[in-house]
């Protein structure tokens, strides 16, 4: 009768001391659930935690820090302007240089833009997805249209439809990668897009139209064209 009280107390004691674990959906290994960030929004709950831990969260991060090049080698990125000294950045002015505009990708497969034809409310209908993946469905006028499909951001469907190509994620991720995270305009490191010709004068975001830009270039050249932004920087 004396042993049994003791394997009683000795068996909830040995459970406590082994951590709760979670099996990584990238790296397959199990590790401690305080290795994965919590859920948010209606997946959430008490227990709930993402599927990747913190190493492969850390290695996703570097990755997207460099670029393979053409020959498969990787390629530093232009340092970012957070990792200069004031002085450095003080004596260093910001320089713009027209550049090249950037190469289309390459040409769907699909009809041409010269079949498209509104139907008789005068519309064509465009779908596409969002970043989640659901499904999404507007209507534009043939102008628009035959312009998205032209610069590669669209597919013809049918003569009275199109398709985007691109969801707002895999766009910026294109343009990044596409820019190697260069600014189109100073030649530094950039991690946001600007349009070409600004949406307020009729542009389309596209491979076309939009290129790489670092937040500075960004916001001083807001709504002028690509000219305009130049004319006024000679001028200075």
């Not at 099996?23 to 290994?29: E, R, T, V």
């Not at 550049?99 to 497969?109: A, D, F, G, T, V």
């Not at 043939?142 to 439809?161: F, G, S």
Request: net charge positive; proline share 8%.
């Amino acid at each position: 009768m004396g042993p049994e009280p003791v394997m009683e107390q000795n068996s909830p004691t040995e459970n406590k001391k082994d951590p709760d674990t979670k099996l990584c959906a990238h790296c397959g290994q199990s590790k401690p659930v305080t290795e994965f960030l919590r859920r948010t929004g209606k997946r959430s709950g008490k227990s709930s935690r993402r599927g990747a831990c913190r190493d492969c969260r850390n290695r996703k991060k570097e990755a997207e820090r460099s670029i393979v090049g053409e020959e498969g080698e990787t390629a530093p990125l232009p340092p970012s302007p957070e990792a200069s000294s004031p002085t450095e950045l003080a004596e260093v002015p910001k320089r713009r240089v027209k550049r090249p505009l950037p190469e289309l990708p390459p040409r769907p497969e699909g009809p041409d833009a010269s079949i498209l034809r509104p139907t008789r409310q005068g519309i064509v209908r465009m779908r596409g997805r969002t970043d989640k993946g659901r499904r999404w469905h507007q209507e534009t006028d043939l102008e628009t249209a035959v312009t998205l499909v032209r610069e590669h951001a669209a597919v013809v469907v049918n003569r009275h439809t199109i398709r985007r190509i691109y969801n707002n994620k895999t766009f910026r991720r294109y343009i990044l990668m596409r820019d190697r995270h260069t600014c189109h305009f100073c030649g530094e490191y950039g991690d946001t897009i600007d349009h070409l010709l600004p949406r307020a004068k009729g542009g389309h975001t596209t491979p076309a139209n939009c290129v790489c830009a670092c937040n500075l270039c960004n916001q001083s050249k807001a709504a002028r064209s690509l000219d305009e932004f130049m004319e006024d920087f000679d001028e200075d």
